[in-house]
Nanobody, 124 residues
Framework: QVQLVESGGGLVQPGGSLRLSCAASGFTLENYAIGWFRQAPGKERERVSCINSSGGSTYYADSVKGRFTISRDNAKNTVYLQMNSLKPEDTAVYYC?????????????????WGKGTLVTVSS
């Protein structure tokens, strides 16, 4: 079965850190650009960060620039999102996806098919 599985979310205090993982099964991740997106309650899904297939090009939303770092380990078939200095406004369900264009500004052009995501809650 071809799928991406997100993990690593949880409850963290403001200023804390989390590392999210996006693991692929059923296909080789190294051939794809990958994006992280998030959806907060009552809000639309928004782009967070993207990385191209080689890892040489990345994109970050202004709201996370300087705090989040995207990386990939193709040997482990996994993409990571290191999140530091977390804020309450980072609270959301985080999703990863293929079908993204980094050069176009981390635009998602897929069929609106998403996994379960992983919940990040930033609260004291």
């Amino acid at each position: 079965q071809v799928q991406l599985v997100e993990s690593g979310g949880g409850l963290v205090q403001p200023g804390g850190s989390l590392r999210l993982s996006c693991a692929a099964s059923g296909f080789t991740l190294e051939n794809y650009a990958i994006g992280w997106f998030r959806q907060a309650p009552g809000k639309e899904r928004e782009r967070v960060s993207c990385i191209n297939s080689s890892g040489g090009s990345t994109y970050y939303a202004d709201s996370v620039k300087g705090r989040f770092t995207i990386s990939r380990d193709n040997a482990k078939n996994t993409v990571y999102l290191q999140m530091n200095s977390l804020k309450p406004e980072d609270t959301a369900v985080y999703y990863c996806a293929t079908d993204v264009s980094v050069v176009a500004g981390c635009v998602y052009y897929g069929m609106d098919s998403w996994g379960k995501g992983t919940l990040v809650t930033v609260s004291s």
